[in-house]
């Protein structure tokens, strides 16, 4: 009986071995890297992720090293299949943080090169979830696509804390887990809120 528990724990120690030299090596061949759903630390420490304040234009130096860990493609044209809009509005001590054109768009100022599934087209806030399929994108996925800095204490440079809210509703939950939702109103307020939270958006334009 001895010599029968030694043996299966041998086999169980070996299968543990061999399996872990797989996936170290699977890793080491270009396996992709953690889902954008890990959380804060790998969006956070991607290439080209600033933690500065304020303005922030797109990210672009270092936008195709992000694709791949962000589950971002590269896109030739626009995937309508699944098309919805959410708006996003930043504050700082009340004034309003401009959200960028062509967060998400290669080439945007030049020549187009490629678009990306979640991107922006304007300086108007709204965020285009464009995709093949139906899948969730989070607010964490675009803040590192813009490459911004974002966890539960800090925004960008800011790291005092801040509030956000959805449809003018206080969040509690961390901010970059948020999943994208239609016509979600989302606002993020560091330091002194403005007069008036926004709680919607006009989506008649769209």
């Not at 600033?50 to 896109?75: C, I, S």
């Not at 607010?139 to 911004?148: I, K, Q, R, Y």
Request: hydrophobic share 35%; with cysteine.
């Amino acid at each position: 009986m001895l010599w029968t528990i030694i043996g299966v724990l041998s086999i169980v120690a070996i299968a543990g071995v061999a399996s872990a030299l797989y996936f170290g090596l699977r890793g080491d061949s270009g396996g992709t890297s953690a889902p954008a759903t890990a959380g804060p630390n790998t969006y956070n420490s991607l290439p080209g992720i600033r933690k500065t304040k304020a303005p922030w234009p797109p990210e672009v130096a270092h936008l195709n090293d992000r694709l791949a860990p962000l589950d971002l493609n590269p896109n030739p044209q626009e995937q309508l299949a699944y098309h919805i809009h959410q708006h996003l509005d930043m504050f700082e001590n009340g004034k309003r943080i401009t959200v960028p054109q062509c967060i998400g768009i290669y080439g945007c100022y030049q020549s187009f090169a490629y678009i990306t599934e979640l991107h922006t087209h304007r300086t108007d806030g709204i965020i285009h979830v464009e995709a093949p399929s139906k899948r969730h994108y989070t607010l964490g996925t675009f803040f590192a696509e813009w490459g911004v800095f974002l966890n539960r204490k800090c925004v960008g440079g800011y790291c005092q804390g801040y509030k956000w809210y959805v449809n003018g509703v206080r969040q509690t939950g961390p901010a970059y887990a948020l999943k994208l939702e239609p016509h979600e109103e989302i606002a993020i307020v560091i330091g002194k809120p403005p007069a008036k939270i926004p709680s919607t958006y006009n989506w008649s334009g769209l």
